[in-house]
């Protein structure tokens, strides 16, 4: 074993690699330090536990190419609004224009301020999208999933299952091979809508759309859950209701009904981390969990891996000021995924063996495994 845990290679490399980060950083970690930082994401095993939330930063090829360049785990692509074969979406609310967005100081977190929500551009326009995704996965570069805002019914009305069909069977074809990786989103502006003010429509939505979706094709199924306007236990009750998905992201950002406005910040992860870690024995255990929200430290990360995500996905660390990344150079995703990984106080390594000094993970052939931590949590 090489001298894995030293506080000096990590301050080394802490150093070196915010001038340039390598894109195997997975590869260098596990040799230099013994630490094997595989994860999983719907399934699929990737490199590091670390990806990019549906949003503004995923929205054409140049910046998916960055983000292979810079050896991010995976994307995940904007939200698109279904629609049918003619073109008509029920949920055309979501699909509004806006670019400004502002990023600001929430308490001692970031939050990004923006009225905007889905994908406003053509769905031919999110197949060519979905094609360079798919093309980025196969040559290995980049695992890149598209998400989809469906149509949610009022309790007395029927799913509109021409959406479900239309929109599934296109994003199918575009991805190629079977089965399809998607996203169901659950936004918090829906959260914001009378449409959400009903605690049954919203466990009809997540008893119901898994099976409208897997009709229409094979496909791996995340839903990305809403924080609703309602208590923890009501979160709990959510996910309880989303069994039949494959995966859970857990949760998206809080909605402020005065300002009209999703944010983030300590309170979203206050909330998530709290809830997450209210989930009994008897709570969804088959289903892989990815965590997000408030993620600005490896510290973090292993907080929402203690309860028991495999993956998280990130959308404010990737956007802040520049001067507020302690890299001297490189994008915005190499610069955030060097301070994740390498910090010496707060990066994934130093947390990681900070956990095995107190004995909450111990190594296996000489090897830390960041799964042990979520799979601990998993079996508890
Ligand atoms: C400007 C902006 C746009 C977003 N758009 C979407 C979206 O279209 N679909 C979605 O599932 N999540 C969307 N999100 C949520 C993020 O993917 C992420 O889950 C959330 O912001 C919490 O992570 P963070 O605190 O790291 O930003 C958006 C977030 C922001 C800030």
């Not at 260098?28 to 549906?54: E, F, M, N, Q, W």
């Not at 929430?106 to 197949?127: A, I, M, P």
């Not at 490896?298 to 660390?317: K, M, N």
Request: net charge neutral; proline share 5%; aromatic share 8%.
């Amino acid at each position: 074993m090489r001298s894995s845990g030293s506080p000096a290679l990590l301050a080394k490399d802490f150093e070196r690699f915010g001038r340039e980060l390598p894109r195997d950083f997975a590869g260098h970690v596990r040799d230099a330090y013994r630490i094997d930082l595989s994860a999983r994401y719907l399934g699929r095993t990737i490199p590091h536990p670390i990806g990019k939330g549906s949003g503004q930063l995923s929205l054409n090829p140049g910046q998916l190419e960055t983000d292979a360049d810079a050896g991010l785990a995976f994307a995940v692509l904007k939200t698109v609004i279904a629609q049918d074969a003619g073109g008509v979406q029920s949920m055309a609310a979501w699909a509004i224009h806006e670019t400004k967005m502002k990023v600001e100081r929430r308490g001692d977190g970031w939050t990004v301020t923006w009225k905007g929500r889905g994908w406003d551009r053509s769905f031919d326009d999110y197949l060519a999208l979905v094609r360079a995704a798919r093309d980025l996965g196969r040559a290995g570069l980049l695992l890149a999933v598209p998400s989809v805002k469906y149509h949610l019914p009022r309790l007395h009305e029927p799913f509109r299952d021409a959406e479900y069909a239309f929109t599934t069977r296109a994003l199918a074809d575009a991805w190629g091979e079977s089965p399809l990786l998607v996203e169901q989103d659950f936004s918090p502006t829906l959260a914001g809508d009378p449409l959400a003010d009903e605690q049954a429509h919203i466990l009809r939505w997540l008893q119901e759309a898994p099976d409208r979706i897997r009709a229409q094709a094979p496909v791996r199924l995340a839903m990305k859950l809403m924080n609703a306007r309602f208590d923890d236990a009501f979160q709990l009750e959510m996910m309880e209701a989303a069994r039949g998905a494959d995966a859970l992201v857990v949760f998206n950002r809080l909605f402020d009904p005065v300002a009209n406005v999703a944010y983030g910040g300590g309170e979203l992860s206050d909330r998530n981390l709290r809830v997450l870690q209210a989930v009994g024995p008897s709570g969804p255990r088959a289903v892989d969990l990815c965590g997000t929200g408030n993620i600005h430290t490896g510290r973090l990360i292993l907080e929402y891996a203690r309860r028991r995500c495999s993956s998280v996905q990130l959308h404010t660390c990737f956007q802040l000021p520049l001067e507020e990344y302690p890299a001297a150079a490189g994008s915005r995703t190499q610069r955030a995924l060097h301070a994740l990984v390498f910090h010496p106080r707060d990066g994934l390594i130093a947390g990681l063996l900070a956990l095995e000094a107190q004995g909450v993970v111990s190594r296996r052939d000489g090897e830390l495994h960041f799964l042990d931590i979520v799979d601990a949590h998993r079996a508890r």
